[in-house]
């Protein structure tokens, strides 16, 4: 028997987030940011639940060629550009749209030797200082790239820095519309813009962590009054129970001590299977359908957890590390991070299975 931990892709999540980032944003249109190897879940298994996207968006060329290959002719759009000349020769024949951040990008473009024009996102640096032209000399980048003709068409594109939080997009949104490029295609807001900044949407939007139903914010609270689902379980089973008398130390470190006489299970499931390190004791757990929490530290390939809440529970019973019944955001905010890193960091030895 392999060991029983296993995440469960939930692929009628992935088809309602759409359906409410639709309704969300109205007539602009979607690109699904499946970056990451879609945050961790797979390109591969969910896809296709995804097929009534109006694009898909990531970075890796191979998920593009891959996304090709298995039939999607709807547009792809590549967030960070190329990365050498010579790729150019892949995003001409496979149809890519590319984003444009920088001059050598443009350069690169007029050279080529292309059989058809390409459309090109031509990134404005609007206060994130990551990637992009300053809107200073944007203008002139514009007027530069429509006199290329391998370009086809272009389209302003910004990402925001503060669109999940009190900080907000209004600088970057004034950059944005200071600039009167209307003229052009927008494509600007981001999961948290698409929820909490409508005046962004646009002509395109560009969600991701919303597609699978974890917050931009990393804080649950935040999006749970949207009806968005997790699209990720992770579970395992308690494969120990063991009766500690008061005083009892748990686990590397002993950083936990029994306040009383306590019944604890063992979870096959730790660190190396994708579970952050930093959400010891306290962090939420569901046993058997139980709310409780780790106890001690979280090892390479187990967890202890309190069965106080949850008398019933024995060798074999189910345990939910995160999913339909425990935001990852939750566990998350415990370890001191964002459920994109838990998603993400899902390891390669958890066995997968859709549903
Ligand atoms: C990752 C990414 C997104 C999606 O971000 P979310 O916060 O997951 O919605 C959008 N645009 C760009 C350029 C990105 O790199």
Redesign the pocket.
């Known amino acids: 028997m392999p060991r029983p931990i296993l995440a469960t892709i939930h692929l009628d999540a992935f088809r309602h987030n759409l359906t409410i980032i639709r309704q969300k944003v109205g007539y602009s249109k979607i690109w699904s940011?499946v970056?990451a190897n879609a945050y961790g879940h797979g390109l591969d298994r969910i896809w296709q639940s995804l097929m009534q996207t109006d694009g898909f968006a990531l970075l890796d060329m191979n998920e593009a060629i891959y996304l090709r290959k298995q039939g999607w002719q709807g547009p792809i759009l590549l967030?960070e550009g190329f990365f050498k000349a010579a790729d150019l020769q892949i995003i001409n024949k496979y149809n890519l749209t590319t984003t444009v951040h920088s001059h050598w990008q443009l350069k690169a473009i007029e050279e080529a030797a292309f059989d058809k024009p390409v459309n090109i996102y031509l990134k404005l640096n609007s206060g994130m200082n990551r990637l992009g032209f300053t809107p200073d000399e944007y203008p002139q980048i514009v007027s530069m790239a429509s006199g290329i003709k391998n370009i086809s068409s272009v389209t302003l594109m910004t990402?925001f820095a503060n669109s999940d939080n009190e900080i907000g997009v209004s600088e970057q949104f004034t950059v944005v519309r200071q600039l009167k490029m209307d003229s052009l295609q927008h494509c600007l807001a981001?999961?948290?813009a698409v929820l909490w900044h409508p005046e962004t949407h646009a002509d395109w939007v560009?969600?991701?962590?919303?597609l699978y139903g974890a917050s931009?914010s990393g804080k649950w609270r935040d999006i749970a009054d949207t009806g968005l689902r997790p699209t990720m379980s992770l579970r395992s089973e308690i494969i120990a129970v063991h009766e500690l008398a008061k005083g009892a130390k748990i686990g590397y470190g002993s950083h936990y001590t029994t306040q009383r006489v306590t019944r604890v299970g063992t979870v096959a499931c730790g660190y190396a299977d994708g579970y952050p390190r930093h959400a010891s004791t306290g962090s939420p757990v569901i046993v058997d359908g139980i709310r409780t929490c780790v106890l001690g530290a979280v090892s390479m390939d187990m967890m202890t957890v309190d069965l106080t809440p949850c008398p019933e529970a024995t060798i074999g019973s189910s345990v939910e590390l995160w999913g339909k019944h425990l935001p990852v955001d939750e566990v998350a905010e415990f370890a001191g991070t964002i459920g994109?890193e838990l998603l993400c960091a899902l390891a390669r030895r958890v066995p997968v299975v859709v549903d």
């Open positions: 940011v970056k967030l990402h981001n999961s948290g560009r969600p991701g962590i919303i931009p994109y």
